[in-house]
């Protein structure tokens, strides 16, 4: 077929001029091809030879289509990794938001809870990264410091997500401080703040 053909042509341009002028936008075509032929590995492999190359034309949207095609296959680490190379890159905040926000959809499937917290102390020191995205890492960073046995550090960060509880973080954050509150024996400090909570009608 004339894109298997096409497939061909532009494999051979890459073997034959690995420093070669057209290098960068013949491996983004190479990676759309292989993409509309279901060849999705073969995709990904394409645009991380694409990622590691010097800045050019293709680099923003070929990490952007790395990222998205690595998370829809289940390989986040490479999704996070190419979500992080676009928000040091993106220009636009636009873009660079959505670099943030598919970061951290990476990295929520990171296992290792020291590695999960390297990525989201990313997430709170970057530059750019949403409101929504940045309260979400905050709230998993309390999650890890809290089952880490951390607790005054994650009870420091769910008073601050507690502070709007309009979000889900932040109610979730609030019941979290009332509880520890309610269990170092500061009843009426407890009462005080489920009185609070309720007049602030979170949907939560």
């Given at each position: ?8 042509a532009l494999?051979?341009?890459?073997e034959k ?11 983004y075509h190479l990676a ?9 590995s073969e ?21 952007e289509?790395?990222?998205?095609l690595?998370i829809e ?21 636009e873009t660079?938001?959505k ?5 951290l ?6 296992d290792?809870?020291d590695?999960?917290?390297?990525a ?6 970057g530059?750019?990264v949403?409101?929504?995205v ?11 410091l ?7 550090q994650?009870?420091?960060?769910y ?5 709007e509880v309009?979000?889900k ?7 979290y ?10 009843l009426?400090v ?8 309720a ?6």
């Amino acid at each position: 077929s004339s894109s298997a053909a096409g497939e061909r042509a532009l494999a051979e341009y890459i073997e034959k001029y690995p420093r070669g002028a057209y290098k960068a936008s013949a491996l983004y075509h190479l990676a759309d091809v292989r993409e509309r032929e279901k060849k999705t590995s073969e995709a990904i492999e394409t645009l991380v030879e694409l990622s590691e190359m010097a800045y050019n034309k293709h680099t923003v949207s070929g990490l952007e289509k790395l990222g998205a095609l690595s998370i829809e296959s289940g390989r986040y680490t490479t999704a996070a990794d190419a979500y992080l190379k676009l928000t040091s890159v993106a220009v636009n905040p636009e873009t660079r938001g959505k670099a943030w926000a598919g970061y951290l959809s990476s990295v929520k499937h990171v296992d290792a809870a020291d590695k999960k917290i390297e990525a989201v102390d990313n997430i709170i020191s970057g530059s750019g990264v949403p409101l929504n995205v940045m309260r979400e890492a905050k709230f998993i960073k309390a999650g890890l410091l809290k089952e880490t046995a951390h607790q005054a550090q994650a009870l420091e960060i769910y008073r601050e997500l507690a502070s709007e509880v309009q979000s889900k973080e932040g109610a979730e954050s609030a019941y979290y401080v009332i509880e520890a509150e309610y269990e170092a024996g500061k009843l009426d400090v407890a009462e005080q703040m489920i009185m609070e909570l309720a007049k602030k009608n979170t949907p939560h």
